[in-house]
């Protein structure tokens, strides 16, 4: 069984960054899809990102292109994104997820979660 768990979450300033970071156990990356998710106060979960393979197969959501980059590190189990040129509206709790089947920005596609860490974008 997989197990994540994030970190790096803050507070920081629009146009800051911020990079999370999400231990993975019980198994290698090699097997599962790793994707981010966040979720907003009143507002449904939302697929960030997504990494499968060795960075071949990457996802982004239209909303974070070009600010976000999704990477994982094989040796440390470990999958990050880093965040550049926050906004308020990336405010929310982050969340990564791990699939046994294809990259996807898909909520019910994974089984494996993590508890999540926060990220505040404000002035």
């Known amino acids: 069984q997989l197990q994540l768990a994030e970190s790096g979450g803050g507070s920081v300033q629009p146009g800051g960054s911020l990079r999370l970071s999400c231990v993975v156990s019980g198994s290698t990356l090699d097997y599962y899809a790793i994707g981010w998710f966040r979720q907003a106060p009143g507002k449904e979960r939302e697929g960030v990102s997504c990494v499968r393979g060795s960075g071949g197969s990457i996802v982004y959501a239209d909303s974070v292109k070009g600010r976000f980059t999704i990477s994982r590190d094989n040796a440390k189990n470990t999958v990050y994104l880093q965040m550049n040129n926050l906004k308020p509206e990336d405010t929310a709790a982050y969340f990564c997820?791990?699939?046994?089947?294809?990259?996807?920005?898909?909520?019910?596609?994974?089984?494996?979660w993590g508890q999540g860490t926060q990220v505040t974008v404000s002035s």
């Open positions: 997820a791990g699939s046994r089947g294809y990259c996807s920005r898909i909520e019910n596609e994974y089984v494996y």
